[in-house]
């Protein structure tokens, strides 16, 4: 699931878990598949936290 938040400093106004950034919508318009890349550099990112704990 992914979910959008809005954040100003250090407090969340808003957390989006319906319909975040309106994710669906773009990828059809635009004929790409945003989840897919999201969740590609979600992995990523992961991977990329474990070599730095050095696991």
Same mark, same amino acid.
């Given at each position: 699931?992914?979910?959008?938040t809005?954040? =100003?400093?250090?407090? =969340?106004?808003?957390? &989006?878990? $319906?319909?975040?950034? &309106?994710? $669906?919508?773009c990828?059809?318009? *635009?004929?790409? &598949? $945003?989840? *897919?890349?999201?969740r590609?550099?979600?992995?990523?990112?992961?991977?990329?936290?474990? %070599?730095? %704990?050095?696991?």
């Amino acid at each position: 699931m992914l979910v959008g938040t809005d954040i =100003i400093g250090d407090t =969340i106004l808003e957390a &989006n878990v $319906f319909s975040p950034g &309106n994710l $669906f919508s773009c990828s059809e318009m *635009a004929g790409v &598949n $945003f989840a *897919a890349k999201i969740r590609e550099s979600i992995e990523l990112l992961h991977v990329m936290a474990k %070599r730095k %704990r050095g696991e």
